[in-house]
Nanobody, 119 residues
Framework: QVQLVESGGGLVQAGGSLRLSCAASGLTFSRYITGWFRQAPGREREFVSH????????WYADSVKGRFTISRDNAKSTVYLQMNSLKPEDTGVYHC????????????WGQGTQVTVSS
């Protein structure tokens, strides 16, 4: 079955960095768009970033542009999110998700990893 496992979250001070990873299994990773979403307490889940199957072409929420970088390694079936200049408002549970090429919604989601940014 399909599994997405996130890692790399933690507690960091404002201005610091974290690198999240999401390892996928049970699917042909290169046929999926991969994305990162986050959810803060009391708020709805929001889009952070996604990257196309070939790794060329990435989109970011305005709130993270210039600070976050998404990348992927299809040979390792893994997507990464490098987060720099972190702010307290970046705090939340970060989930990765995959969307099969041609589909209009994300098919599978990971359990999430907690990111906490202290001021």
């Amino acid at each position: 079955q399909v599994q997405l496992v996130e890692s790399g979250g933690g507690l960091v001070q404002a201005g610091g960095s974290l690198r999240l990873s999401c390892a996928a299994s049970g699917l042909t990773f290169s046929r999926y768009i991969t994305g990162w979403f986050r959810q803060a307490p009391g708020r709805e889940r929001e889009f952070v970033s996604h990257i196309l199957w070939g790794g060329v072409g990435a989109w970011y929420a305005d709130s993270v542009k210039g600070r976050f970088t998404i990348s992927r390694d299809n040979a390792k079936s893994t997507v990464y999110l490098q987060m720099n200049s972190l702010k307290p408002e970046d705090t939340g549970v970060y989930h990765c998700a995959v969307q099969r090429i041609g589909e209009t919604s994300y098919d599978y989601w990971g359990q999430g990893t907690q990111v906490t940014v202290s001021s």
